[in-house]
């Protein structure tokens, strides 16, 4: 017999994120600018894609300086350089530690950002699939990226994020036959856990299914 016991963050932590995240989204929206927060494990994927995304942008006529980014990770700037190659505005933040990103270091890195030129915000969170969970940071869309290489039962591992999330992406798929993992099956585990969000199969490295993930966020899902 296996015993489970549940703990729960306190309500008064949750609520007041809850509370910053919203101010926030009304000071982004003040300066019409649309926010994507990313979240995944670590190699799931997540700045490759958004690079992809980038690109995609700028070949749909966003100037360099109407793209920002914000990268979260506990040590090193190589993410931030890596989307620094594509000319948009980047601020990375270090936690030392902490496992996920909080609404402050939002508020925090966008006094390095020109918000009047921005129009584009991608968000990158620390690679964790469990502390960001409860504390969203005011983005238009939370995106979840999960990758093939990370088994077929991620999705049903982390029940919280996967409900929460607006848009669900599978990636990697090019390696799925590689790694022997059934994508209709994780798929399947996501819809059945969110049955609102739309489930996008990419990968970062062909661009595959990346037009698709494109509209999903601009809000064009066909």
């Known amino acids: 017999m296996v015993r489970t016991i549940e703990i729960k963050v306190g309500r008064s932590v949750i609520e007041a994120n809850l509370k910053l995240a919203k101010q926030l989204r009304e000071l982004l929206n003040a300066y019409s600018v649309k926010a994507y927060e990313f979240l995944g494990s670590p190699g799931s994927g997540k700045t490759s894609l958004i690079e992809r995304l980038i690109s995609m942008a700028l070949g749909e006529g966003y100037s360099g300086v109407s793209i920002g980014y914000i990268g979260g990770d506990v040590a090193t700037r190589l993410d931030a350089e890596r989307i620094a190659r594509h000319g948009v505005q980047n601020v990375q933040i270090n936690t030392g530690g902490i496992c996920h990103l909080e609404v402050p270091h939002i508020y925090q890195a966008i006094e390095s950002l020109d918000l009047e030129k921005l129009e584009l915000l991608f968000i990158e969170n620390v690679g964790n699939l469990i502390c960001p969970a ?22 049903l591992k982390h029940p919280i994020t996967t409900r929460l999330a607006d848009v669900i992406v599978i990636n990697k798929v090019d390696l799925a036959d590689a790694v022997e993992v059934d994508v209709d099956r994780m798929e399947r585990d996501a819809r059945g856990l969110n049955p609102r969000a739309p489930i996008v199969r990419t990968s970062a490295r062909t661009g595959e299914g990346v037009d698709k993930l494109y509209r999903a966020l601009m809000g064009d899902e066909g």
Do not use: I, N, Q
């Open 134 to 155: 409860d504390f969203p940071l005011g983005a238009h869309r939370r995106v979840l990226v999960v990758s093939v290489t990370e088994g077929e039962d991620k999705f």
